[in-house]
């Protein structure tokens, strides 16, 4: 780009105008301001004015120098200044031009579309043929090799050019450079996002070998940031950030939401110089984290920077209905003990009586070895239930001895007797399945109660049995 020192010219042609300022000047100079008229019918009092403003016969100098300088600075103007043109390595072929446009680039967006437009306008004005390579996938089959295009084009493409919600495949971009013939890049300009997907070597050795690279980074500070996968913990969520590059230190505020926007929790960051991350801790009761539905940076505009939760990350409060008793005294004995350690790597566990779990209800209430409900908590209890709550029972001694009907099936009451008439000194043997049944084709053995397949490739016998507890008869 022409131009003088540090100022450059987009049309230095236009400053051929400057020529002009003489014969401007001549005009100014030989066309004074226009008279001064009164009009006024009396022609007496009109002979007898005196006029206080006398029209000059010429323009003054001090007016003159002034639309000078104004016609000067419109033609300067049109012929597009810019200060520290930028200069392209010397040379004539093709520009590659390749644009990482993934979701680590969408933050700061128009500030990368900035970057690259003096560049553009560089190359245009020294009339070099130019080609555009994006590096997000724009659909399912390989990608093209970038053909040559019009600045027109070109300028276009990038004014619509948006960024990708996922990441960059430099593999695939890598195999469209690699369909170019010999000879069709000379330079290259790297728009790059600072995010290394795992072939940024492979990609970067490649565009070396074409020619010169101008890589274009938007400097210290704009290292794009990720929230990593949360982690429900007892006070809340902890989830990692991480970012690209540590560039610098950064302040970042990550802001938990649920699903009308509003704003349920605060994490404010401070990451050092040379940090690549920080772990967020949000901090909530149960109640408000399991109303969390966003989880976003408040300073990043991408969707790396963005975490959608559903019911995975939802702990559902259980509550422990606990009455007291031995329980506190000898706790490993306890029911309620073990039932709690059991629980409470799932679901957030509340250990109290049932009639103050009633009070706010959770989503399960678990009673453990509880026999007759108490009838003032009976009404709060089925209502819970036919709300949707789940009631969660476990069999015991005092369950056995005084059994209420609130259970899905009918229990016999008093202790299990294993004597009598179900008892027997030699196994029972298996009867032989109906021909309907989904057992047919299996043969009983009548020795030992096992059975075996009927068809031969499956026969086993005593001494080619899986293992022990398994001898099958021949049928």
């Known amino acids: 780009m022409p131009g003088l020192g540090i100022i450059g010219f987009a049309y230095p042609w236009l400053l051929l105008a400057l020529a002009t300022l003489p014969v401007i000047w001549w005009l100014v100079r030989l066309t004074p301001p226009a008279p001064r008229q009164i009009n006024f ?8 004015l005196v006029q206080r403003q006398e029209t000059p016969e010429r323009t003054p100098w001090w007016l003159i120098l002034l639309r000078l300088a104004l016609a000067a600075l419109v033609i300067v103007g049109l012929a597009g200044p810019v200060l520290n043109p930028v200069k392209l390595a010397a040379g004539s072929g093709p520009l590659l031009i390749v644009v990482d446009d993934g979701w680590a680039a969408a933050s700061r967006w128009s500030e990368r579309m900035a970057a690259i437009a003096p560049h553009v306008a560089a190359a245009e004005q020294a009339g070099r043929p130019v080609r555009l390579l994006t590096t997000a996938p724009q659909g399912d089959g390989p990608a093209a090799a970038p053909p040559l295009m019009p600045y027109s084009e070109l300028k276009g493409r990038l004014a619509s050019l948006e960024p990708r919600p996922w990441a960059i495949d430099r593999k695939a971009a890598l195999a469209a450079l690699e369909r170019l013939p010999a000879g069709a890049v000379t330079e290259t300009l790297w728009l790059a996002d600072g995010l290394d997907e795992g072939n940024a070597a492979a990609f970067a050795d490649k565009v070396t070998g074409f020619g010169p690279v101008t890589r274009l980074d938007l400097g210290p500070g704009t290292a794009a940031f990720a929230l990593g996968t949360p982690v429900v913990k007892d006070s809340g969520l902890d989830l990692e950030v991480g970012r690209a590059l540590a560039d610098g230190p950064r302040r970042l505020s990550v802001i938990a939401r649920n699903e009308n926007g509003q704003v349920l929790g605060r994490s404010v960051l401070a990451i050092g110089a040379d940090a690549k991350g920080a772990v967020a801790t949000i901090e909530l009761p149960p109640e408000l984290r399991n109303q969390i539905t ?27 209905a606990f009455e007291g008793g031995d329980e506190e005294v000898r706790p490993l004995v306890s029911e309620a003990f073990y039932l709690e350690r059991a629980l409470k790597p799932f679901a957030d566990v509340r250990t109290a009586p049932l009639a103050d779990l009633l009070k706010a209800p959770p989503s399960v209430i678990v009673l453990a070895d509880v026999g007759q409900i108490p009838a003032a908590q009976r009404p709060a209890l089925e209502e819970f239930i036919t709300k949707g709550g789940l009631l969660l029972r476990f069999a015991g001694p005092r369950f056995a001895a005084s059994a209420d009907d609130l259970v899905p099936v009918h229990i016999r009451r008093g202790d299990r007797s294993l004597g009598g008439a179900l008892s027997w000194t030699q196994p029972a043997p298996i009867a032989p399945f109906a021909p309907e049944s989904p057992f047919a084709g299996l043969i009983p053995n009548p020795r030992c109660g096992s059975i075996a397949r009927s068809w031969p490739s499956l026969r086993w016998n005593s001494t080619t049995a899986p293992g022990p507890g398994w001898p099958m008869a021949r049928p």
């Open 294 to 320: 966003r989880i976003d940076i408040a300073e990043e505009n991408s969707a790396g920077a963005v975490r959608l939760l559903d019911g995975r990350w939802r702990r559902r409060v259980v509550g422990l």
């Open 41 to 48: 019918p009396a022609m007496r009092l009109l002979l007898d």
